[in-house]
Each structure stands twice: as C-alpha cells, then as structure tokens.
C-alpha cells in the first residue's frame, strides 16, 4: 500500500479526516508555539495597582485568564503541546519499532524464539502500566526522556502480538516461498517482503500508540513527575489541582483538559480509520 | 465440573507465576536504577554507622543475588518488609487499601457494564442516524478525556456547586463505626463511592459501547432474530430476550482485557477523590520514596488485575453453554 492509497483512504473516512486535522492544528501549535503564546508562560503578570494578577478571569489581555502565580493560562496551554506532541511522536516512532520487530521475528521464526519473545509479551501484559511508570519516573527522575522510556519498555506489547499473528498467516502465502527460492536470506524475507505487507498495520498502531502516550505523559505530569522545563497539560492541571483553586478558576482548569482529549481523540481516530485500511472486514459498519 | 476445577486449578497457578514475575520486576527496578537504594531513603546529614547500619538492617549489604532470595523468601512468608513512613509492617499498611481499591474497580467496571450494554443496544437500534454517529462520538471522547480531568470537572459541579455529593474520601470525618462490616456497607460509604466510581465507569465506557454495538448488529442478522420476529414476538422481546441477550459475550471478553486499562484510571481517580487505595497509596509512597509499601501497591495491583480477569472469564463461561473447561 502506498502512502497516497493510506493517505486516501482516510480522507475517505469522515471521522478519521476530522482526525487528520485535529492532529495537524495541534502539530502547527506546536512548531509555532512561542510564535503564537503572547508571553512567556513563567511570567508573572501584575494589576496596575502592583499587587499580583492571581486568578483573573478571561479577558481581552488573557484570553484564558490568570493561574494562582499569576502567570498567563492561555501561553501555558500553547506551550504544552509541545512536550504533548514530543513524547506522543517519540514514543509512538519508538513503540511501534520495537513491537513490529518482535512481532515479525518472533512470527517468521517461530520454535523456542517465538516462545521466548511471547513469553516476554505475556510478562508485558501483566505489567500493570501506570504504576510501572511512575515507579520508573520516580527513580530515573522526572522529564520528557525518562517518560518515553517507561512508555516503550511496556506499550510495544500490543503491536507486537498483533504484527506476530498477522506474520504467521502471510509467512505460509506464495510469495514468501517464491522468495526463498529466489535465493532470498532470512533477513531478506524479514524486511524486503514481510515487513511492507505488516506496515499497514503497523501505522494503525503507531496513531493508537500515540494516543496512549500522550495520556501517559499527561497522567505522570499530573502525578507531579512532569518535566521541570517545560510547561505541560499535565502539570498545569496539577498545579490547579493542588492548589485548591479548581472549584473557583474554571478557565484555569478546563483549557488544558480539553486540549489533551482533542489531541489524544485525533490519534483514536485517525487509528479508526486506518484500522478499516487494514481490515476490511470492519469496512461498511 | 472437574475440568472447571483443573482450569481454576491452571490460571491460579498462572496467576501465582505472573505474580512472581512482577514482585522479581520490580526487585530488579529498585536495585538496578542508578544509585544505591539508600541513598534515596536515608537522609543525607546520616553519619557512616548509622548509614551502614540502615543498609544491614535492609540486608542491602549483601550481594545482589542473596538480596533477591532473601526478598523472595520474605514475600512467601507474607513479610512485605516494613514501611518508612509508618513504621509498621508495609501489608498492614495496605491491607484495607486493598478492599477499598477492589470495591471501586467493581463499581466502576459494573457502571461501565450497564451503560455499555444499554447504550451499545440503543446505538445498534439507531443504526444510521445521527444519533449513532453522535454516540461513538461521545464514546471516544470519553475514553480521550484524561480521567483526573474528567474526576475534577466532576467534582466541581457535583460535590462543590450542587453539594450532592462529598469532596472526597472514603468517609464522612467523624463518622461512628459499629464494625468492619460498616465500614464497605454503609449509606455513607455508597454516598463516597459514588462519583469516583462514575468517574472511571465514563473512562473505561467507550470498550463495552462500542463492542456491544457491533455485536448487536451481527446478532440482528442472525436466523434465530427472524424466527423470534415469525413467532410474533413484539420488537421489545425480540432486541431484549434474544439480540440482547446473545450480543453480552463478546462485551463480556472485552471486559476482561479493559481490566488493565481501567487500573491505571483506578490510581488516577483515587488520587483526585483522596480515596484510600492501593493507587493513591502507591502516589504517595513513591513520593516519600517509602518503598516497601511502593513495592507492596505495585504487587497488589497486578493482583487485583489477575483477580478480575479471572472473574471475566469465569463469568463468560458461565453465560455461554458452549464453554468447556479445559
């Protein structure tokens, strides 16, 4: 499948184009972002009177009003969809490089390979994540880099049973035979012939594999494991949160939710759609 | 009935072996993180002796391998070590943390349960309207919602604004108890549950919807639906006694692989309604770097993974005649 047949396909599919464009206006936000904040996120704003501008409602200086310090609502949300889009991105790429690897060595071998790296997968699934994650986070300490590891020592397990089973009905097709004939080495057959026919596949998992990190790295942030350099959905929502000012400051506590279920909705979407690429038996539903 | 012992029999002793994995995982993450364990416990003004002596006491100055079957005999023993912080035994500790953990998975699976099945059903009903296409919708975009965000939006209107129900907690302060039992079966007790239940029953909604639906659809088209409709039964009985009825199953399976996903929205949700439960426990140990009782949580939950996979699956097997225990 070419790109432009996938890329077709899911503007074909209305809910997976609104997806697509979430993802996109998201993306721009975030190469853009200190281009479109109109201040620094950490800049403490004060009243005419001097006193500090804590907890102002929206206005035409901040559209999104102020947070406890102070500091601009509006910048903060802008800001953080960049370590947002970072770990998703990174740990999506990651992720799925990893399970479609496992998956097609682990399928085309079979014998006490598979056996091994499927054990491995049971092990994965019993892993219950989020706890995992904020153990590992904790003792490697916070930031973006820790959290992509934490994500990609755990999540690889789905995309790996689902390329493996997929692996194990194309490794019997003609082709495959026809290429071992041909004089093809087992490496050859691994990335030349099997591994174009799982990427389909493999694409719907890297968009639901963003989704899920993206949630992860909000869920840490707001656990207080957030990275200190940057602004994040997560960790706004913590300071909100442990600051007692949710109740009060609506403005504060909504923006930065919302934001994270859009992005993470667009990657669930676009996954949809794509999943309907792969598997037509789902098509016409 | 023997082959439903001898399959108990296997995923008890698959889930003692999973177990044993997780308790050596996370053995392996406390130890091979680098810097010494101590170092993140022990306060740093701490002189040499005593250091030395902490480090002893722990058996952390014994090779790597001693260590690990020390902990393994330990944990057998039901010896979790003892907690930083409480200075008590860490399974003490996190004992009723436990039931408190199960009983709001239960509610929020169960509430997931119900709304999945009847909303799956109407969505199924409604086939090709708009209605439909609103419902998965709102369906993804619960599951999108990040649940501590969900929780507190929730507890802004319902328990701050409106006041129906409690701002957090297990108990109203003050409450007199006449005995454990009261404790889990009480008004006061449902009145807590209520909203962090609903909270993550939203959050784990969408899998159980969106399942239910497809599978009413392909029951709708089944042969036995148009010989009910022969029949004469009204259209009532027909989707209620028969496509119903039938499309549960595979609900039913998808419920059991939700169980690991729902965990994680379990921990989040107990940190934003205080609940006193493995996951708010295992947030705060982390944070007090307690971690017997971190270690404690983290077993625990893969336990209460295990003990409701397990359920699913006995309760698939007791709705479909066709399972056999094997």
């Known amino acids: 499948m070419t790109a432009r047949e996938l890329l077709s396909a899911l503007t074909r599919d209305r809910l997976g184009l609104v997806g697509l464009i979430l993802f996109g206006i998201f993306a721009l936000t975030a190469v853009f972002a200190p281009l479109i904040a109109p201040f620094d996120p950490m800049q403490m704003h004060f009243r005419p009177d001097g006193t500090l501008a804590r907890l102002e409602p929206p206005s035409a200086s901040h559209w999104l009003g102020t947070t406890r310090m102070g500091r601009d609502v509006f910048s903060q949300v802008v800001m953080g969809a960049r370590p947002a889009l970072l770990v998703g991105v990174l740990s999506a790429v990651c992720v799925v490089a990893v399970g479609t690897n496992v998956g097609i060595v682990a399928g085309y071998y079979g014998g006490w390979v598979d056996d091994l790296l499927m054990r491995l997968t049971d092990l994965a699934f019993g892993v219950p994540f989020l706890p995992f994650a904020l153990i590992l986070v904790a003792l490697l300490g916070p930031g973006l880099r820790n959290m992509v590891i934490a994500i990609v020592l755990v999540m690889w397990r789905s995309s790996a049973r689902v390329v493996r089973a997929q692996v194990l009905t194309l490794k019997r097709r003609a082709f495959v035979e026809a290429a071992r004939i041909g004089g093809a080495g087992n490496l050859r057959i691994l990335y030349r012939h099997l591994l174009p026919s799982v990427l389909p596949l493999a694409l719907v998992y890297t968009a639901l594999a963003m989704a899920w990190a993206i949630m992860a790295e909000a869920n840490l942030s707001f656990l207080g494991y957030a990275d200190p350099r940057m602004a994040s959905w997560g960790k706004i929502l913590y300071e909100c949160y442990t600051s007692q000012a949710m109740f009060v400051a609506w403005w504060w506590m909504v923006p930065p939710g919302a934001a994270i279920t859009l992005l993470v909705l667009s990657g669930f979407l676009v996954g949809r759609a794509y999943e309907e690429v792969a598997n037509p038996r789902l098509r016409r539903r | ?326």
């Open chain 2, 1 to 326: 009935m023997r082959g439903f012992w001898r399959y108990l029999a296997r995923r008890l002793a698959q889930a003692v072996v999973t177990l044993f994995l997780l308790a050596s995982l996370i053995f392996l993450l406390f130890r091979l993180v680098p810097g010494d364990p101590v170092s993140m416990y022990v306060d740093v003004g701490m002189t040499q002796e005593a250091r030395a002596m902490v480090l002893h006491q722990f058996g952390l100055d014994r090779p790597l391998g001693e260590q690990y079957l020390l902990y393994l005999s330990n944990l057998l023993r039901g010896n979790f070590g003892v907690s930083f912080q409480y200075g008590k035994p860490a399974l003490q500790v996190v004992g009723e943390r436990f039931w408190a953990t199960v009983l709001l998975m239960a509610a929020s699976l169960l509430i997931a349960f119900v709304l999945g099945v009847a909303g799956g059903a109407f969505l199924a009903w409604q086939r090709g309207t708009w209605l439909e296409a609103l419902g998965t919708v709102v369906a993804l975009v619960l599951r999108s919602a990040p649940v501590f965000w969900s929780g507190m939006i929730l507890l802004s209107i319902f328990a701050f604004k409106l006041k129906w129900f409690p701002l957090g907690g297990i108990r109203a302060t003050g409450l007199e108890l006449h005995s454990q039992w009261e404790k889990f079966l009480s008004w006061d007790f449902l009145h807590h549950l209520f909203l962090p239940a609903l909270t993550a029953g939203l959050y784990s909604l969408a899998s159980p919807l969106l399942v239910m639906r497809t599978s009413m659809l392909d029951v709708i088209r089944e042969d036995f639906i148009e010989l009910a409709r022969a029949k004469g039964l009204k259209e009532y009985q027909v989707v209620f006694r028969h496509a119903v009825r039938n499309s549960l199953l595979p609900v039913i399976t998808v419920m059991a692989v939700m169980v690991g996903f729902a965990i994680g929205g379990v921990v989040l949700v107990e940190t934003v309604f205080r609940w006193p439960g493995l996951g708010r426990e295992i947030v705060m140990a982390v944070r007090a770097r307690d971690y017997p009782v971190a270690q404690t949580c983290f077993i625990l939950i893969g336990a209460t993974v295990m003990l409701f996979n397990l359920l699913a699956d006995l309760l698939y097997g007791y709705l479909d005649p066709r399972v056999v225990w094997d």
